[in-house]
């Protein structure tokens, strides 16, 4: 058997056959699903041919029965560096893939309200209901003056969906990462995509008031501790060196940590406004 296995080989042609062969059989089609196909070709153009020639045939045989579907962090055309040699493989291998999916990171927030944020049944008419009864309060409380006018919530059910962070908290955490990352504040190259951090920020925020009651808002300095674990180790410092200052309470410390997340966000200037609004943590909260 090993002998077997070791000198087994199927050109791209028989493998298409075969698949080919079960959908006669089985009247059926076949999808083939591969994540993270950019990591697997690199910078290897024999491995982005190899894939070529696969779809070709699959396409030659099936006739349409066999799909393949890649997944990829950049997009395809960030996949291959723009070297001369390579840019003809290139071009061969976008023909192949006509459809295109682009997913960028505006679609975060959905794919957060999904997966973190999605509520049980029984918890959506509470939810709406405490919206109903305190939209005044909150359109009061979540209020950034002047422009980009970001907002609270437009309805009940936006309430229910995000509950318990704020809407404006998505976009504006997405601008914090980037600012980040273009002021070379990261260690590598981790905040490079940043939705993946999204997802961790608002998990891990999340889970830290999980136990509170309802009524709370999660204040967007909750996120400092996300953002920790990618920022130089100097920066860090200047963190751990103020809590250990007798004169700085907590709550200074929690205006230092929203202070250093806008510092390279121009558009949320950091007015005593917009800082009070940001740390709002209930629906009760007295922001004067």
Same mark, same amino acid.
């Given at each position: 058997?090993?002998?077997?296995?070791?000198?087994?080989?199927?050109?791209?042609?028989?493998?298409?056959?075969?698949?080919?062969?079960?959908? @006669? *059989? $089985?009247?059926?089609?076949?999808?083939?699903? #591969?994540?993270?196909?950019?990591?697997?070709?690199?910078? &290897?153009?024999? =491995?982005?041919?190899?894939?070529?020639?696969?779809?070709?045939?699959?396409?030659?045989?099936?006739?349409?029965?066999?799909?393949?579907?890649?997944?990829?962090?950049?997009?395809?055309?960030?996949?291959?560096?723009?070297?001369?040699?390579?840019?003809?493989?290139?071009?061969?291998?976008?023909?192949?893939?006509?459809?295109?999916?682009?997913?960028?990171?505006?679609?975060?927030?959905?794919?957060?309200?999904?997966?973190?944020?999605?509520? @049980? *049944? $029984?918890?959506?008419?509470?939810?709406?209901? #405490?919206?109903?009864?305190?939209?005044?309060?909150?359109? &009061?409380?979540? =209020?950034?003056?002047?422009?980009?006018?970001?907002?609270?919530?437009?309805?009940?059910?936006?309430?229910?969906?995000?509950?318990?962070?704020?809407?404006?908290?998505?976009?504006?955490?997405?601008?914090?990462?980037?600012?980040?990352?273009?002021?070379?504040?990261?260690?590598?190259?981790?905040?490079?995509?940043?939705?993946?951090?999204?997802?961790?920020?608002?998990?891990?925020?999340?889970?830290?008031?999980?136990?509170?009651?309802?009524?709370?808002?999660?204040?967007?300095?909750?996120?400092?501790?996300?953002?920790?674990?990618?920022?130089?180790?100097?920066?860090?410092?200047?963190?751990?060196?103020?809590?250990?200052?007798?004169?700085?309470?907590?709550?200074?410390?929690?205006?230092?940590?929203?202070?250093?997340?806008?510092?390279?966000?121009?558009?949320?200037?950091?007015?005593?406004?917009?800082?009070?609004?940001?740390?709002?943590?209930?629906?009760?909260?007295?922001?004067?």
């Amino acid at each position: 058997i090993d002998d077997q296995t070791k000198n087994f080989t199927n050109s791209t042609e028989e493998f298409a056959q075969i698949v080919d062969n079960y959908c @006669k *059989k $089985n009247n059926t089609r076949v999808i083939f699903l #591969m994540d993270e196909v950019g990591q697997f070709i690199g910078d &290897n153009t024999q =491995l982005m041919l190899n894939l070529q020639t696969c779809v070709e045939d699959l396409g030659k045989y099936c006739r349409g029965q066999a799909w393949v579907v890649v997944t990829s962090q950049q997009e395809l055309k960030a996949m291959i560096e723009s070297t001369r040699d390579k840019q003809q493989d290139f071009s061969k291998i976008q023909g192949r893939f006509d459809t295109r999916l682009l997913l960028s990171g505006s679609n975060a927030d959905e794919v957060i309200k999904k997966r973190i944020l999605d509520k @049980k *049944k $029984n918890a959506i008419v509470p939810l709406e209901s #405490m919206y109903d009864a305190s939209s005044n309060k909150l359109s &009061n409380l979540i =209020l950034f003056p002047a422009k980009p006018t970001w907002s609270g919530y437009s309805n009940a059910k936006e309430f229910a969906d995000v509950y318990p962070f704020v809407t404006y908290q998505f976009e504006l955490l997405q601008k914090v990462f980037e600012a980040i990352r273009e002021h070379g504040m990261s260690e590598g190259k981790h905040l490079s995509q940043n939705e993946r951090s999204l997802l961790s920020a608002f998990q891990d925020s999340a889970k830290k008031y999980a136990d509170e009651n309802s009524g709370i808002l999660v204040p967007f300095d909750s996120f400092y501790s996300t953002i920790e674990q990618f920022i130089d180790y100097d920066i860090k410092t200047v963190f751990s060196n103020a809590e250990r200052r007798a004169t700085l309470d907590e709550f200074s410390i929690r205006v230092l940590k929203v202070l250093f997340m806008i510092r390279h966000v121009k558009e949320m200037p950091a007015t005593i406004d917009r800082l009070a609004t940001l740390m709002v943590g209930s629906i009760d909260e007295d922001k004067a």
